[in-house]
């Protein structure tokens, strides 16, 4: 078994920054990738990112993309989701979740594919 546990959600202002945490315990050697997905209110969950664990490669949704950088620290099994330039549309709370090799999903874009989440954190950008 594999727990997240996300830390780094709160209340920021539209244009502000903010640094989500995603720390990985349990049986993370299988860990194929990690992503984010984040599910506003009367909305399904949509991906944000995902990062492929050995080799890094990153994926985006088209609404982050260049706002949002996803990255990895190995040593310590987490995962982080660096978000600038916030709009209040990125209000939503935001789930992090763990493929490992045994996943029998292939799409990283896809909820379905990932066999781990986290309890997730919120993330109100408002002002």
């Known amino acids: 078994q594999v727990q997240l546990v996300e830390t780094g959600g709160g209340l920021v202002q539209p244009g502000d920054s903010l640094r989500l945490s995603c720390a990985a315990s349990g049986r993370t050697f299988s860990t194929n990738a990690m992503g984010w997905f984040r599910q506003a209110p009367g909305k399904e969950r949509e991906f944000v990112a995902a990062?492929?664990?050995?080799?890094?490669?990153?994926h985006y949704s088209d609404s982050v993309e260049g706002r949002f950088t996803i990255s990895r620290d190995s040593a310590k099994n987490t995962v982080y989701l660096q978000m600038n330039s916030l709009k209040p549309e990125d209000t939503a709370v935001y789930y992090c979740t763990l493929k490992s090799f045994g996943s029998s999903g292939m799409n990283l874009l896809s909820s379905s594919s990932y066999n781990y989440w986290g309890q997730g954190t919120r993330v109100t950008v408002s002002s």
């Open positions: 990062i492929l664990w050995n080799i890094g490669n990153t």
